[in-house]
């Protein structure tokens, strides 16, 4: 009799795989067993030689809706004789590799049960199955058995403990199985919460992966008031809309945006906007929405809440979003007029992410719930690295067993909280997958100064090396693509990042691989920074940098003049080829000279005005040898005069024809068909659709869809470069 060995590797556990294994073998009149070990799922079968082929094409062709199977490895066994099909104990075995589903939004089965006044769950916020659910926020460690997740403090009823022991049962090992009669529950009616946001009250509400605060996204006096009591001025809420049907009305939905708004990951989705809500997203041309995932959002919509609710993370400014009750309490009181708190505990906090379509299809912004931990490529590296990232929207990788999993966002490493976060994250990381100490390279910024620099020299590890911020940002486009030996012209473009020459860099263009490395070959030209930091919240600070170096330019503002001595006398001044720097000077230019309140708000402010205005003639921006030179575009800009909108315009045409001169001549020189883009600036869609259009057919444009072009992607990048 034949009998086979499959080994299945991949997002393989708690998402119901052994189950369905077990129909499957069934259905075939197989025989033999599956089990779960450290690499995956391990499988053996025996039987007819015609029912295993199809057994194994079902295997590969329909598994569980939430698995992602990575590779099926089939063997000739030995047959052993075995009588049925059965599912084994797990098996541990080497350190492990299997990956850790991220969290899953409420199937349609629990949904549908979830609704019916007859079934056991009716109305229960905490309803679950293997194919949906909470998974990484509820894991506390490996394996994924119900006494290591969050859920080990509610024993199983009667109903709950038959259905996790039944094979042919959707919730057989769904280790977060829960029911009203045993387990956990929310402290204030859904009902009440509903009623508490229609009435124009603010709400602060458990989910997933952290607290979100949720108020009525039509009621001008809510929105204002939950920007006031949180300090976020002008930043953009997202907003949950009820359905997709609620969802069209705010954005426009192709395609590619409903199948992200959809996707299991269920992320904030960017898409023009088609309505102006009141302050919810000032000056931004994009809406961020998302759709209902846990089990309580559709219980809040069907219990009459408003259909388009602000859901924002729940901290002050640009903390870490809470996710311990005791904290959010402290943390939300006088934001929050009311508490909705569930008594399931978040095992870690991970926020939404969010992502968009692009001119080159999708991208994630921000990789966080629903992404997280997932793997998001390959590393041909044998040991262990651990790439910390840079300071700003700090996420952090690791790479173990040839595989890169890219942690959740952290954010801004300035908050004694994010500082935290980061602790446990490193920790959980090298916890969550047994990394051995002594063979581990630990990566970090070159950047002296920064905290993840500081922390990463305190992490035990064998070894430690410093990759350059831009190169990183270049390799995390390669490491998606696996590409390790592609020549490419990269274009880095950012706001902030530490030089090879102790400068601030920003406005890069690379040449080599991630295996030979990146060697600068052209940049922005050098202006002044008068202040560092300081500038980057001062766009007419920033300008004086830039305009000391042009004739007769000059701005009507304090801050300008101020700067101005500041540059001319050296006083914490510093030299910089950012380009995110010149995004700023010529918005100020063009009118916004107030201080940001948001990392990026000049740049976003200039691209909204650019979309009003028709194509234009852009302003001069030549390469002068290995430099772009900013000065005859500054002078043009400063003779204009024109109205906001025209002088948005003929920027962002004057940096894309600049993108493409550059990248052509470069390309040409070094015998390369290859760009490639990344760096926050690329978030930028206009940017990216002018340069889409001026690029010659002859050229390949390759950017980031995985990983965030913004400093969110930086520690895959610096994870990549290191393995050579
Ligand atoms: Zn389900
Ligand atoms: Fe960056």
Request: proline residues 7%; hydrophobic residues 45%; charged residues 20%.
């Amino acid at each position: 009799m034949p009998a086979r060995s499959v080994r299945v590797s991949g997002v393989v556990q708690g998402v119901g795989f052994r189950p369905f294994v077990y129909r499957l073998a069934r259905l075939h009149g197989l025989s033999g067993w599956v089990l779960n070990q450290e690499a995956g799922v391990e499988i053996h079968i025996e039987g007819d030689v015609r029912a295993i082929q199809l057994f194994l094409a079902e295997l590969a062709n329909t598994p569980p809706p939430a698995a992602r199977i990575a590779a099926v490895e089939v063997t000739e066994a030995q047959p052993a004789g075995l009588s049925g099909f059965s599912i084994r104990e797990s098996r541990r075995g080497g350190a492990p590799t299997a990956r850790i589903s991220p969290d899953l939004p409420v199937c349609d089965s629990c949904l549908a049960e979830m609704r019916d006044p007859g079934d056991p769950r009716h109305g229960y916020p905490y309803i679950n199955c293997t194919n949906c659910g909470p998974r990484y926020t509820v894991i506390e460690r490996l394996p994924y058995d119900r006494p290591f997740t969050t859920m080990r403090a509610w024993p199983m009823d009667e109903l709950c403990s038959r259905q996790y022991h039944d094979p042919a049962d959707r919730r057989f090992h769904a280790q977060p199985i829960a029911c009203p009669a045993c387990g956990p529950r929310y402290a204030l009616s859904i009902a009440e919460a509903a009623a508490l946001l229609n009435a124009g009250q603010i709400l602060a509400m458990k989910g997933v992966g952290g607290y979100h605060l949720a108020c009525d996204a039509t009621n001008a006096a809510a929105v204002n008031a939950l920007r006031e009591r949180k300090f976020r001025k002008e930043k953009p809420f997202a907003v949950m809309a009820r359905d997709l049907a609620a969802a069209r009305t705010l954005i426009d939905i192709s395609a590619e945006v409903e199948a992200l708004l959809t996707s299991p990951a269920r992320p904030i989705v960017l898409a023009p906007k088609r309505v102006e809500l009141a302050d919810v997203a000032p000056d931004n041309r994009e809406l961020g929405v998302m759709l209902p995932y846990a089990p309580l959002h559709h219980l809040l919509f069907d219990s009459g809440a408003p259909s388009v609710l602000v859901m924002t993370s729940a901290n002050r400014s640009s903390e870490p979003i809470a996710y311990q009750d005791d904290d959010a309490q402290l943390r939300l009181s006088g934001i929050a007029d009311a508490f909705l708190i569930g008594e399931r505990p978040i095992a870690r906090r991970v926020d939404d992410s969010v992502a968009r379509d692009g001119p080159f299809g999708p991208v994630i912004l921000r990789r966080s719930r629903g992404y997280a931990p997932a793997a998001v490529c390959r590393l041909p590296h044998e040991g262990p690295i651990l790439a910390v990232g840079p300071d700003l929207k700090n996420s952090i990788t690791l790479a173990a067993g040839g595989l890169a999993f890219v942690s959740q966002h952290i954010g801004d490493l300035e908050h004694y909280e994010s500082l935290q976060a980061f602790d446990e994250t490193v920790a959980d990381l090298l916890t969550m997958y047994e990394i051995d100490r002594d063979s581990l390279l630990v990566v970090h910024d070159l950047h002296p100064q920064y905290a993840s620099t500081l922390k990463a020299l305190r992490i035990p590890a064998a070894r430690r090396r410093g990759v350059q911020h831009h190169r990183a940002h270049i390799a995390s486009v390669m490491a998606e693509r696996e590409a390790w030996d592609e020549r490419v012209v990269g274009v880095s473009f950012d706001g902030t990042g530490y030089g090879d020459d102790g400068a601030i860099w920003g406005g890069e263009f690379f040449v080599g691989s991630t295996r030979e490395g990146f060697a600068r070959a052209m940049h922005l030209r050098e202006a002044l920074l008068p202040g560092g930091d300081a500038a980057a919240r001062h766009p007419a600070q920033c300008a004086a940098g830039f305009l000391m170096q042009v004739d007769g330019a000059a701005l009507d503002h304090p801050r300008f003049h101020q700067a101005l001595r500041l540059a001319q006398s050296g006083v914490r001044t510093f030299r910089t080829t950012s380009m995110g720097r010149l995004f700023d000077t010529v918005a100020a230019m063009a009118g916004f000279t107030r201080e940001v309140t948001f990392e990026g708000q000049a740049a976003i402010w200039l691209e909204h005005a650019a979309g009003a205005s028709p194509t234009r003639t852009p302003y001069p921006f030549p390469i002068d040898g290995a430099e772009l030179d900013f000065r005859p575009l500054l002078a043009a800009i400063a003779t204009d005069r024109g109205d906001p909108a025209r002088i948005a315009r003929s920027f962002h045409q004057a940096v894309a024809e600049a993108v493409v001169r550059a990248a052509c001549q470069l390309c040409e020189a070094h015998s390369i068909p290859t760009v490639v883009l990344s760096g926050g600036v690329f978030q930028n869609t206009l940017l990216l659709e002018l340069i889409q259009r001026a690029m010659p057919p002859s050229l390949r444009v390759w950017t980031n869809s995985a990983a965030p072009p913004n400093d969110g992607g930086v520690s895959l990048g610096q994870a990549a470069l290191a393995c050579f």
